[in-house]
């Protein structure tokens, strides 16, 4: 089962800023949190991760809680290309044998104009 | 070419035949995953491998078979395949530590009539 939680679908306007949040209570101290995006029926694509600061790239910036229970991408300035499905996993530090990467059914972003 | 790359892109077989979808990674990811991805859902994983030889089911692994007999390669193969096993699928590499990005092929569309 993913170890995450995120609302099945949003909606933001063009220009505005779209905050995608996700749960993942039962994170550990040594998992990261990624985040991917799905455009159309292409191959997943990496966005940010973090472990326990917040992060921020040419993408997106990525809000962890104090506690680490929860995340939220932010996509500063949606365009229409942002429509995507987008997926929050929490991963390993260091991968074992057993460790699955399973991804839950994600947050489906449509940007308006 | 470097990179993850799925063979074939698009394949289209009849119900009972055997399928080989194909997956070859030039980083010598010791992690590699095969998901599959139905229309409107998210992505279920079938099989991983924590290195050669090292295979392991996911979530939803009836049907499939796996092997991993060098690093770069990690076929999945379709035994007798069925029209429930119409998919897109993906095949995904990962080093095994460190802040490294899960990274996903093109995907291969199989449709079974």
């Known amino acids: 089962d993913a170890k995450t939680t995120q609302p099945p679908s949003m909606d933001c306007a063009e220009g505005r800023a779209a905050n995608l949040p996700c749960n993942h209570s039962t994170i550990s101290g040594n998992e990261y949190v990624y985040w991917y995006r799905q455009i159309h029926s292409q191959g997943p694509q990496y966005i940010i991760h973090?472990?326990?600061n917040n992060e921020t790239n040419e993408m997106a910036s990525l809000i962890i809680t104090e506690d680490r229970k929860s995340s939220t991408l932010i996509l500063p300035h949606a365009t229409l290309r942002d429509t995507a499905v987008y997926y929050c996993?929490?991963?390993?530090?260091?991968?074992?044998?057993?460790?699955?990467?399973?991804f839950g059914a994600g947050t489906i972003l449509r940007v308006k104009s | 070419d470097a990179g993850i790359t799925q063979s074939p892109r698009y394949k289209i077989t009849e119900t009972g035949r055997q399928v080989t979808l194909m997956c070859h990674q030039t980083w010598s990811h010791s992690y590699m995953f095969w998901y599959r991805q139905d229309l409107g859902h998210g992505l279920r994983l079938i099989y991983y491998s924590a290195a050669a030889d090292i295979t392991d089911k996911g979530e939803v692994p009836d049907g499939y078979v796996v092997s991993r007999s060098k690093t770069e390669n990690f076929p999945l193969t379709l035994e007798s395949a069925t029209r429930s096993q119409t998919s897109v699928y993906f095949c995904?590499?990962?080093?095994?530590?460190?802040?490294?990005?899960?990274?996903f092929g093109a995907g291969s569309r199989l449709t079974v009539l």
């Open positions: 996993i929490v991963r390993p530090i260091y991968m074992e044998y057993g460790n699955k990467l399973v």
């Open positions: 995904a590499s990962i080093r095994g530590s460190g802040a490294n990005v899960l990274t």
């Open positions: 973090g472990l326990k």
